[in-house]
């Protein structure tokens, strides 16, 4: 699939697997998300560009290798994509923080923003937006929409678990954000739910049910 990368490393399998359990409690769930976080940020920051420079060891010049400056972003989709922030600014901590709320409208079952807060410059960063479950698709798009809207035109979509359907509905609308994900799932169920999935992203981060 184009422009879907899932990351294998063993270590993100692994945690994968523990998250997904259901005998897993809330504060190890909250833990093994951000670890798996850390080594997601790792796997997709692979290709961030370098820029030679010279620094003087205690022995001499040396000449090295720094990232090139690009200013990164990270956008969590409220309320799960924030189980994975902490992660990710572990490696990259001087990306900005955006927020964005998004709720379905009960009659069109549309994503409605109810919160948003971005970085002033957005749109000349490199954005990865975070969401552990991609499910229908439908609030990853609307983010990605908004961010558009703003001028961004680098976004990255991060979540642990997609579903077919969520991968096929992004790229319909934006076939330009690559998607990165520990696992792509059978199917949804009826409820919107990935199936075999983890359950609630939400509710296993923060004990609500
Ligand atoms: N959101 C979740 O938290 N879990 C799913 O399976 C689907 C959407």
Known sequence: MENVFVLDHPLIQHKLALIRDENTGSKEFRELVEEVAVLM????????PLEETEVKTPVGPAKVKVLSGKKMGIIPILRAGLGMVNGMLKLIPAARVGHIGLYRDPDTLLPVEYYCKLPSDVSERELIILDPMLATGGSAAK???????????????????AAPEGIEAVHEKHPDVEIYT????????????????????????????
């Not at 075999?196 to 981060?205: I, M």
């Open 182 to 209: 520990a696992s792509i799932d059978e199917k949804l169920n009826s409820h919107g739910y990935i199936v075999p999935g983890l359950g609630d992203a939400g509710d296993r981060l923060y004990g609500t049910k």
């Open 143 to 161: 983010a990605v929409e908004i961010l558009k809207e703003k001028g961004a035109t680098n976004i990255k979509l991060m979540c642990l678990i």
């Open 41 to 48: 940020a790792y796997e997709a920051t692979r290709n961030m």
